[in-house]
């Protein structure tokens, strides 16, 4: 059963995973990284056996046959990591990543999160990551039908 607390408990799992085999792309000496997606793809990967009933992607860009438009944006958005039925309108969880380098447009995460949760695109639950350096230090905000849940 996939309860809020069943679904952030396996986040951590897969984030506890992504820190403990993946720690040179977050960061490694002399404040090296590597892309988002990089991180964003291992993160996918830690959950997808979480998730067994779901298809975990990344950066999938499509609503059917369209994309997904956030009115607020003014454009299309593709999250960082879906959970979802691939060709359903099942959709459960959108994650958005943010990295310890690229903080500047978490608010930006927190509108798709709100319009993917709220609207058409249906949405169960969006949650933003900021990933730093230190595991410890990962911040998480969880969405629902449109609003920032306090957890």
Known sequence: MNTLNN????????????????????????????SERSITHKLG??????????????????FGYEGKFVEKLKQNVIPDIIIHKRGKRNNFIAIEVKTWWNKSKVSADKDKLTELTKSKYNYEYGISLVI?????????????KGKELKI
């Open 7 to 34: 679904i952030l408990d396996k986040v951590e799992e897969a984030l506890n995973k992504l820190y403990e085999k993946d720690q040179y792309l977050i960061h490694s000496e002399k404040n090296n990284h590597v």
């Open 45 to 62: 990967a830690y959950l997808t056996p979480l998730f067994e009933e779901y298809d975990v992607d990344c950066e999938y860009n499509r």
């Open 132 to 144: 730093n350096k230190s595991r410890d230090k990962v911040s998480k905000v969880i969405f629902s």
